[in-house]
């Protein structure tokens, strides 16, 4: 697989399957290879399924078991350099402090404009 192959690949975790198969669909339409998961567990499994060769990953803050900073930081922990960008429709000062040295990319405030999101995606070296 070449660099760009994997730049082309995100990975979406959210536990909401609607807005998860929206988001599949979605980045898809613009290109993206779209991997997805519905907690962060199933998150590092598909991470390490792939290598860890993905060009961004997209995670929702609140999910049961493992929520966006713990996978986040096993990302981190497990050699995970690039974009992150987290989603939720509410998150608190406490959420965002937590997110503080995990190297977030950006946070999305859902609902978002997915062709915004996979434009600034294209965009980033």
Same mark, same amino acid.
């Given at each position: ?66 929520? %966006? ?9 497990? %050699? ?15 959420? %965002? ?8 990319? %950006? ?19």
């Amino acid at each position: 697989m070449s660099q760009d192959d994997a730049f082309l690949r995100l990975l979406c975790v959210d536990d909401n399957p609607v807005l998860l198969q929206m988001l599949a669909l979605g980045f898809s339409t613009y290109g993206f290879e779209v991997v997805t998961a519905s907690h962060g567990i199933e998150a590092l499994l598909q991470f390490q399924a792939y290598h860890g060769n993905f060009g961004a990953v997209l995670t929702d803050n609140d999910m049961p078991d493992m929520n %966006g900073v713990a996978l986040l930081r096993q990302l981190r922990a497990l %050699g995970y350099s690039g974009c992150v960008l987290v989603m939720s429709g509410h998150l608190t000062p406490s959420d %965002g402090q937590a997110y503080q040295d995990c190297a977030v990319s %950006g946070f999305l405030h859902k609902p978002f404009d997915i062709g915004m999101v996979a434009t600034m995606l294209m965009r980033v070296d």
